[in-house]
C-alpha cells in the first residue's frame, strides 16, 4: 500500500525512455560528449607544454625585475638592499652574496645558510656552459623551486652573485587546467541536457496536440480537423492527417448514401409487391385481375434482381474483390455476342439494333467484363429512345494509338446539366425516383436503378479506358468507351 507510486512511476519512466524526446536528447548529449572529450584531450595536450615554457618565461621575467632592482641599487652605493614586494612574491627567495662569499641580503622563506646549500649543490650538478645556471631543487615540503645565479657588478666592478629561486610548479598549472577542462565539460553537458530536453519538449508539443486531436476523433465523427498553423514538418503532418481524414469522411459519407439509396430503391419495389399481393388476396379476383397482379409482382421482382445484382457488382468493385483477366480479343466480337443477347429486347421495344463498321479491333481485356459494359450500354439506348423510326446502331474502330466502340441512338438525348452526373450512383435524368408499374403495358418501366453508367465507368477505367458522352437533346446520344492500346 505504502509503495503504490512505484509501478505508476516505472511506467512514467519506461514512457520517457522511449519517447523520441529522449533519444533525440540522448544522441544529442552522446554526440556533444564525444566532441567535448576530443576537443579537450586537444585542448590538453596542446596547452600543458605550453603552459611549463610559460611558467619558465615567466620566471625569467621575474628575475629580469629582481637583477635590474639590485643593479640599480649597487650603482647608487646603496647599502640597504630589499627588493619592493610588488617584484619579489612570498614564496620567491632571494639572496646576494658578496665576493668573500659573505652573505649581503637575504629575503624569502628559506634560510640564507640553506639557500648557499643548495646553490653550491646546484652549482656541482648543472652544466658549466650556462651563463646563469639554473637548477630544480624540491623543498621538504614538496614545492618544486627553479633557481638560478646571476653575477652582478657594482659601481667598482666589485662582483656579486645573486641567488634567485621561485616556485615552478607547471604541473599545478596543469592539474588546475585539467580540472577546469573537466568541470567546463560537465557544466556544458549539464547545460545541454537541460535545454536539449526543454528544446525537444518544445519540438514534440505539435505531435501531442495531434495525437490528442487524433484520439478525440471518433469514428462517426469524421468532420473534426487539426487546422495547424504550422508550416514546419509537423504542420505538414498534421495537414496530410487532415487530408486524410477528409477523405476518409467523404468515404464514409458517400458509403452512407450507398446504403441509403440502395435501402430506397428496394424500398419501392417492396411497396408495390406487397400492395399487390395484399389486394389480390383481399378478396375473390378474376383470373385477368390476379395475372395483371402477378405480371407487376414479376416486373418488380426483376426489378429487384437487377438492383442486386448491380450493388453486389459495386459493392464487390469498391472492395476490390473483382478478378479482371485480361486476353488478347476483338472488341467487335464482343459487340456481335451484345447484340445477339440484345436483340429480343430491341425487338419488344421496337427499336432497329444495328451493327456499324466492325473491323477487327484488338485489345487486352476481360471479355465478361466487356459484355457486361456493352450491354449496359446498348441496354440503355433501347430503354430510352423513344419516338417512331427507333434505332441503335454499334460500331468498332481503332485511331490514334486507341481503340473504340461506340453506341449511337436517335433517342431524347440528355440535357447539358446531366451529363456530367451521369455517372454518379442511382444518378437518374427522370428525377421522379417512384417508378410507375406497368408504363409498358408489360410492367417494364423505361428508368432502372442509376447504377448502370457507373459499371460502364468502373469497367471502362479498370481497361484504362474512358467513357464519353455526346448528346443533343432531341438528337439522340452517342456513348464512345477509348481502350488505350499503348
Ligand atoms: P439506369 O439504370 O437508370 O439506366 P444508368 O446509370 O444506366 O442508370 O443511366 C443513368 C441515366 O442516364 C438514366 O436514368 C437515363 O436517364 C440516362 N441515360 C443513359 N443512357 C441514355 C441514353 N442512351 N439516352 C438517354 N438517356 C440515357
Given at each position: 500500500m505504502r509503495f503504490k507510486w512505484v509501478p505508476a512511476f516505472f511506467e512514467k519512466l519506461g514512457r520517457l525512455v522511449r519517447s523520441i524526446r529522449f533519444k533525440i536528447v540522448l544522441w544529442f548529449t552522446v554526440i556533444l560528449a564525444i566532441i567535448l572529450c576530443a576537443f579537450s584531450g586537444f585542448l590538453y595536450y596542446s596547452q600543458s607544454s605550453n603552459l611549463q615554457a610559460e611558467a619558465i618565461r615567466e620566471l625569467n621575467r621575474r628575475i629580469t625585475g629582481v637583477v635590474d632592482n639590485v643593479q640599480t641599487i649597487l650603482a647608487t652605493g646603496g647599502e640597504q638592499i630589499s627588493i619592493p614586494k610588488g617584484i619579489l612574491l612570498d614564496t620567491d627567495v632571494f639572496t646576494l652574496v658578496g665576493p668573500t662569499g659573505q652573505v649581503v641580503t637575504s629575503q624569502g622563506p628559506i634560510a640564507p645558510s640553506q639557500v648557499i646549500q643548495i646553490a653550491s649543490a646546484g652549482l656541482q650538478t648543472t652544466p658549466r656552459t650556462n651563463e646563469s645556471p639554473a637548477f630544480y631543487w624540491t623543498s621538504p615540503t614538496g614545492q618544486n623551486y627553479v633557481f638560478i645565479i646571476t653575477p652582478v657588478q657594482n659601481q667598482s666592478g666589485i662582483n656579486y652573485l645573486l641567488i634567485f629561486g621561485g616556485i615552478l610548479d607547471p604541473n599545478a598549472l596543469i592539474r588546475r587546467f585539467l580540472l577546469t577542462l573537466v568541470l567546463g565539460s560537465l557544466l556544458t553537458i549539464a547545460v545541454a541536457l537541460a535545454g536539449g530536453f526543454w528544446l525537444a519538449d518544445r519540438a514534440m508539443r505539435p505531435v501531442k496536440t495531434i495525437t490528442q486531436a487524433a484520439r478525440t476523433i471518433g469514428e462517426t465523427d469524421l468532420s473534426r480537423r487539426i487546422n495547424s498553423k504550422?508550416?514546419?514538418?509537423?504542420?505538414?503532418?498534421?495537414?496530410?492527417?487532415?487530408?486524410?481524414?477528409?477523405?476518409?469522411?467523404?468515404?464514409?459519407?458517400?458509403?452512407?448514401?450507398?446504403?441509403?439509396?440502395?435501402?430506397?430503391?428496394?424500398?419501392?419495389?417492396?411497396?408495390?409487391?406487397?400492395?399487390?399481393?395484399?389486394?389480390?388476396?383481399?378478396s375473390r379476383r378474376s383470373p385477368q385481375e390476379y395475372k395483371h397482379a402477378l405480371s407487376i409482382i414479376h416486373s418488380e421482382n426483376d426489378f429487384m434482381t437487377s438492383l442486386v445484382n448491380d450493388l453486389l457488382t459495386l459493392a464487390r468493385m469498391d472492395a476490390g474483390q473483382t478478378t479482371i483477366e485480361k486476353k488478347d480479343l476483338d472488341l467487335s466480337d464482343v459487340v456481335v455476342d451484345t447484340l445477339e443477347r440484345l436483340t429480343p429486347l430491341a425487338t419488344r421495344n421496337e427499336v432497329t439494333l444495328e451493327a456499324g463498321n466492325l473491323p477487327e479491333t484488338h485489345i487486352l481485356g476481360d471479355r465478361q467484363y466487356l459484355l457486361q459494359m456493352l450491354s449496359n450500354l446498348v441496354e440503355n439506348a433501347i430503354k430510352y429512345t423513344t419516338g417512331e423510326n427507333k434505332q441503335v446502331c454499334v460500331e468498332t474502330g481503332a485511331s490514334d494509338g486507341s481503340a473504340w466502340v461506340r453506341v449511337s441512338d436517335n433517342g431524347p438525348g440528355i440535357a447539358a446539366e446531366h451529363i456530367p452526373h451521369l455517372f454518379d450512383r442511382f444518378y437518374r435524368v427522370d428525377k421522379a425516383r417512384t417508378r410507375e408499374p406497368g408504363t409498358d403495358?408489360?410492367?417494364?418501366?423505361?428508368?432502372?436503378?442509376?447504377?448502370?453508367?457507373?459499371?460502364?465507368?468502373?469497367?471502362?477505367q479498370v481497361h484504362e479506358g474512358k467513357v464519353m458522352v455526346e448528346s443533343k437533346p432531341g438528337n439522340g446520344t452517342t456513348f464512345e468507351v477509348r481502350f488505350n492500346r499503348g
Open positions: 504550422s508550416k514546419d514538418e509537423l504542420g505538414e503532418l498534421a495537414n496530410t492527417f487532415d487530408a486524410m481524414l477528409a477523405r476518409l469522411q467523404a468515404a464514409f459519407e458517400r458509403q452512407r448514401q450507398f446504403v441509403a439509396d440502395a435501402s430506397h430503391e428496394l424500398r419501392t419495389p417492396l411497396t408495390i409487391v406487397n400492395l399487390e399481393t395484399s389486394r389480390a388476396i383481399a403495358g408489360d410492367g417494364n418501366s423505361p428508368s432502372g436503378s442509376g447504377l448502370g453508367l457507373s459499371i460502364v465507368q468502373w469497367i471502362a
